[in-house]
């Protein structure tokens, strides 16, 4: 009965030092979020390139290879095509 014991005692504290031993371990979970990799994309379509003044736009937007650990924001400018510049609003 005693060597029953013993080995029940020898299995209960490996056991502990594997679970004190495994959270020692640091884990890197800021560096593995967040990361942007280079490979994104976002591809924009419309369906035309000139739109008249008070018309509907409609543009997609499709997202290639994004992190889903991390935040995208678009910014969204209307222009002239000319080349005049993107100073739409100040010109009205």
């Known amino acids: 009965m005693r060597k029953h014991g013993t080995r029940a005692a020898l ?12 959270l020692a371990v640091p884990i890197n979970a800021e560096e593995a979020e967040g990361r ?12 035309q390139d000139y739109y008249d003044r008070g018309s509907d736009i409609t543009v997609t937007f499709t997202s290639i290879n994004l992190d ?9 400018e209307l222009c002239y095509v000319g080349g005049e510049g993107c100073y739409l609003y100040a010109m009205v």
Request: without cysteine; charged residues 10%.
């Open 11 to 22: 299995i209960l504290a490996t056991m502990f030092v594997l679970s004190t031993t495994l």
């Open 36 to 47: 942007a990799t280079g490979n994104e994309e976002i591809i924009v379509s419309i369906t």
């Open 68 to 76: 889903t650990n991390t935040e995208y924001s678009i910014d969204w």
